[in-house]
């Protein structure tokens, strides 16, 4: 034994320092299945108030809950505040409609009009946001349409299988109901093959047969290339489920939403209960001429009815009217406060028009806005990676449609700057750059002018902003040109 351990031990001694027990374990039980946390996840996205409370009731009863604990009743209004939808919707709409250029073949042109490329983009972004994961299935149907048909499958019903990594196949499932009877469609798409299989609930094979509208489909097709008809998307790597994606709605932030909810119905539940409460004498209530029954007293357009009102020891009936104290001030903070817990991480306030921060500067403004711009990159630079593998499936697949080969194409796709300053803003930042002499002319021209301009204009204005600063000079004219 060392000197050190000598001396480690004889203080531990001295100080009587217990060490940690040695093997320790820890068990923990997880609540929901990757199928379960799906399904919540899309439930807040679909905000039904009646579908929340009935999952919540089924599954999350013990962790006290808003939606699983408080019992739904009609004295009690349960409200959901929509906000989940809305992030979603709007991150994929700020990137869909920020595609910039596509570059591929000419008759992608076609193609992307026949399956609304761009439609089909943001349904994808939205899926994949809210389910964690998906893939763009590919299939040939001439009778629908003379080129590729793709759709976007959302995770819940696609199984990826994968390699080291890398994506070994798909799996599509589709269930048909028939008379009552429910059938799982398994369709696996792998490199050069589509193997198609039914099975019952119990996940018993059955014949395509069972379902009409699958009749006369090859339970296997093959082909001669490694093309897999299938592209999975993701833009966040689930740690709880390996290989798969993570929802932008798991989490804690089921917690937020949770949270957002009750104190909007706490708040709304304390308005109702706040409503003016006239207290009116029986004796200065109207009355039916008829037979003496009391009427109705309206707010809105009531007959003045005089009465001979009763005369009491000390003073005379009237009408009171109360209503409670609401502490809105409270109700507000709370609200504004888990509003910023659902958005955290995720998207800007100032991305939704929610002014929550009026005492905060146009500076920390635009800073908090910066979120939505790091969701936005994350998302575009996934797409960038995945589009073009689509884009090249889907042109080979048209290829063997045609009877022609197959061939790899170069396709890009880049997506517009979000956010970016206007124009006056860009000139007082690149100027700066340009007078410490950390940015090059060419960086400049580039910065300043994006995608507004092409290649050929930008080289010219390179060109004169060098000449004018006399870092080129122009060829002299030569006189008389003679020997």
Not at 1 to 27: A, D, F, H, S
Not at 72 to 100: E, Q
Not at 233 to 249: C, M, N, Q, V
Not at 417 to 445: C, I, L, N, W
Request: some cysteine; hydrophobic content about 35%.
């Amino acid at each position: 034994m060392g000197l050190g351990k000598w001396v480690k031990r004889k203080m531990q001694t001295w100080l009587e320092i217990v060490p940690p027990p040695t093997g320790q374990t820890v068990v923990i039980n997880r609540a929901h299945t990757r199928e379960l946390d799906v399904l919540r996840s899309q439930l807040w996205y679909q905000g039904d108030a009646d579908e929340l409370f009935q999952f919540f009731h089924q599954t999350e009863t013990a962790t006290g809950s808003f939606w699983g604990t408080v019992p739904g009743s009609s004295k009690f209004r349960k409200i959901h505040s929509g906000l989940p939808a809305v992030m979603a919707n709007t991150l994929a709409y700020l990137v869909r409609s920020d595609i910039d250029d596509i570059k591929a073949p000419p008759v992608w042109d076609d193609i992307s009009r026949s399956i609304s490329f761009d439609e089909l983009v943001g349904q994808a972004v939205c899926d994949t946001l809210v389910s964690g994961d998906g893939a763009f299935k590919i299939s040939v149907d001439t009778e629908l349409s003379p080129y590729p048909i793709v759709e976007f499958v959302s995770g819940d019903k696609v199984e990826i299988e994968r390699t080291r990594g890398a994506v070994k196949a798909v799996i599509f499932r589709t269930v048909y109901t028939v008379k009552s009877v429910r059938y799982v469609l398994h369709e696996r798409y792998s490199k050069g093959r589509i193997e198609t299989k039914l099975t019952d609930m119990n996940g018993s094979p059955r014949p395509l047969s069972c379902v009409p509208e699958l009749e006369g489909i090859c339970p296997l097709v093959e082909f001669d290339d490694d093309l897999i008809m299938a592209v999975p998307l993701r833009f966040y790597a689930d740690k709880k489920y390996p290989e798969r994606g993570r929802s932008i709605f798991s989490g804690g932030k089921s917690q937020c939403f949770d949270a957002l909810d009750e104190v909007v119905s706490q708040w709304l539940d304390a308005v109702r209960a706040g409503r003016v409460v006239k207290y009116i004498p029986l004796n200065l209530i109207p009355r039916d001429p008829t037979d003496g029954s009391l009427k109705d007293v309206s707010s809105f357009g009531a007959e003045v009815i005089k009465l001979n009102a009763l005369i009491n020891e000390g003073e005379a009936d009237k009408v009171e009217i109360s209503q409670p104290d609401i502490k809105y001030e409270a109700f507000v903070s709370a609200y504004t406060n888990a509003v910023l817990m659902c958005l955290q991480g995720i998207i800007s306030p100032a991305t939704l028009g929610l002014d929550v921060g009026r005492m905060s500067s146009g500076e920390a403004q635009r800073e908090k806005k910066d979120v939505t711009g790091d969701t936005r990159n994350t998302i575009t630079s996934e797409l960038e990676k995945t589009l073009p593998k689509l884009i090249n499936a889907v042109l080979k697949t048209y290829a063997r449609m045609c009877n022609d080969a197959p061939e790899d194409c170069d396709v890009t796709v880049s997506f517009g700057e979000y956010g970016a300053p206007d124009f006056d803003s860009r000139v007082e930042t690149v100027g700066k750059a340009a007078a410490y002499g950390v940015m090059s002319t060419e960086t400049q021209v580039d910065e300043l002018w994006g995608s507004s301009k092409d290649d050929e204009w930008k080289s010219a204005e390179v060109r004169r902003i060098m000449f004018e600063k006399g870092m080129l000079t122009a060829n002299e004219p030569s006189v008389g040109g003679g020997a």
